[in-house]
């Protein structure tokens, strides 16, 4: 299941969005125009809908790791600058 925006342009130039939870493109859609129909504004046969799939990318790291890699060396004039400023939050 992925979090989705459902959304369309109506006749009027007025945007209309729904968030919806998803396994699939078709189901977003489906689910879209579900809840445009609750709320009295369903989108026309012709009408393009956009669907926007939101993920987040979780990463984990331990302390450890992050320390290691603020004290090593930089690749590059930008990575040392970064790794100056975390240093002093750390």
């Known amino acids: ?15 209309h969005t729904v968030e919806v939870e998803a396994e699939s493109l078709y189901e977003a859609a489906a689910l879209g125009i579900a809840a445009f129909r609750h709320h009295q ?18 990463h984990t790291l331990t ?10 060396a930089s690749k ?3 990575e040392a600058v970064v790794k100056e400023r975390l240093k002093e939050i750390l």
């Open 1 to 15: 299941m992925a979090k989705c925006y459902v959304s369309y342009l109506d006749t009027s130039g007025l945007r």
């Open 41 to 58: 504004c369903e989108p026309g046969s012709l009408a393009q809908l956009n669907i926007e799939v939101r993920s987040s990318i979780t």
């Open 63 to 72: 302390v450890q790791r992050l320390k290691d890699w603020v004290s090593g």
């Open 76 to 78: 590059s004039p930008k």
